[in-house]
C-alpha cells in the first residue's frame, strides 16, 4: 500500500474516462466504474461476461452522498451506525431525481448499496463526485477475486489498471439486506442474520433465490472454480483435491487446508484463494469436508453450494 496517494490519483484518472478499474475491499476485489455513466458501466457488463439483468452494488462513500439518489430509513440508519463502513450491502428505494446508470440496477426503482472499509478505497471514493458500481472483479459465476493477481488472472490486460491493496481481510462477499418493506437477508455474508436481527429488533429471515435476480450472487452457479465441486465428502476420490478445514495425520499432496483448526473466519479468508490454486494445478474435481453451519460457516456452505451447481 505504499504510495498510496499516487494511486488513487491513477485510479481518479482511468475513471474519470470512464474505465474500468480493479479495487480492493474488505470482502473482495471490485470491478469498479462510475454508477453515474451509462458508457463505463456497460464495460463492467462487457469484460465481466455479466447477464444484462443482474444488477450492480453502488459503492459510496458517506450517507450525505448516497442521499443524493436513494432515500434512506430508521433500519438502515441502526445497521449504518453499527456495521458501517463495513462488509453490508443495502437494497434502498431510488429517488427519482437519481443519477445512476439505467444499466446498474436494470431500470427497477431500487438500488444495492454499500459502504466499503478498505481505506485505499474509501479514500478512492472520497476523492470523486459519483459512487463506484463494482461487483466483484471476475468472469461472471466464477470464483471472485480476493488479491490484485486473482484479478489479473481473470482480466489480464483487458482493465487499465488494479489498485493494489494486499489481499481481502474477509475473502467473502458482504451480506445483503433489503430494507424495502419487510427486511430480509438476500445473500449471506460475513455479519450474520442474528446480528442484523439484534440491532433492529425485529425476526428477519434469508430468502434464497426464488428464481428472480434481485441482488449479486442470486444465479444458480456461482462461484465456481469451473470444475466439479462435491461437498460434505469424508473420503475423496483418487487425484481429487480435497478441501480441508482440520490437521489430519496423514500428509498428501492433494490436501489443501483453508484452516488447519476449525477457524471458520480464516477458512472464509482463505476459501476463494484455495479453490482458484487447485484450479490452477489442473485438478479435474475438488471434495470438501464437512463445514459447521453455523456462524460464517454458514455462508461458506452457501458458496460452496453455489459453486457445486451444473
Known amino acids: 500500500m505504499k504510495n498510496g496517494l499516487s494511486n488513487i490519483k491513477k485510479s481518479k484518472f482511468y475513471l474519470n474516462k470512464n474505465e474500468c478499474i480493479g479495487i480492493p475491499t474488505e470482502t473482495v476485489y471490485g470491478l469498479a466504474a462510475n454508477a453515474y455513466s ?32 436513494c432515500y434512506i430509513n430508521k433500519n438502515f440508519l441502526k445497521l449504518y451506525k453499527e456495521f458501517c463502513p463495513g462488509p453490508i450491502t443495502f437494497i434502498l428505494k431510488l429517488k427519482k431525481n437519481n443519477k445512476i446508470s439505467k444499466n ?18 474509501r479514500k478512492l471514493l472520497k476523492s470523486l463526485n459519483y459512487p463506484l458500481a463494482a461487483p466483484s472483479a471476475n468472469i461472471s459465476s466464477r470464483v471472485s477475486a480476493v488479491s490484485k493477481m486473482d484479478v489479473v488472472d481473470e482480466f489480464g490486460d483487458k482493465i487499465k489498471y488494479i489498485l493494489d491493496g494486499g489481499s481481502s481481510k474477509i475473502g467473502l462477499e458482504s451480506t445483503i439486506v ?17 446480528q442484523i436481527q439484534n440491532i433492529i429488533k425485529k425476526k428477519i429471515n434469508f ?19 469451473g470444475i ?72 461458506i456452505n452457501d458458496r460452496l453450494i453455489r459453486a457445486s451447481k451444473k
Open 207 to 225: 430468502e434464497k433465490n426464488s428464481g428472480n435476480i434481485v441482488v449479486p450472487g442470486q444465479g444458480k452457479l456461482h462461484y465456481s472454480p
Open 104 to 121: 446498474v440496477n436494470n431500470k427497477k426503482n431500487n438500488l444495492a448499496v454499500r459502504f466499503p472499509s478498505h481505506p485505499l478505497t
Open 38 to 69: 451509462d458508457k463505463a458501466t456497460s464495460k463492467i457488463f462487457k469484460l465481466k461476461k455479466r447477464p444484462k439483468k443482474n444488477p450492480l452494488i453502488v459503492h459510496y462513500y458517506s450517507i450525505n452522498d448516497l442521499k443524493k439518489d
Open 228 to 299: 466439479k465441486i462435491r461437498i460434505n465428502v469424508k473420503n475423496p476420490k483418487r487425484h481429487e483435491a480435497f478441501i480441508l478445514i482440520k490437521k489430519r495425520e496423514i500428509n498428501d499432496k492433494n490436501y489443501f487446508y483453508i484452516t488447519k483448526n476449525k477457524n471458520l473466519n480464516e477458512a472464509g479468508k482463505n476459501l476463494y484463494k484455495t479453490l482458484r490454486m487447485i484450479k490452477n494445478l489442473n485438478y479435474k474435481s475438488i471434495s470438501v469436508e464437512k463445514i459447521p453451519g453455523k456462524g460464517i460457516g454458514q455462508t
Open 178 to 194: 433489503s430494507l424495502i418493506n419487510k427486511p430480509k437477508i438476500l445473500r449471506l455474508g460475513s455479519i450474520s442474520v442474528n
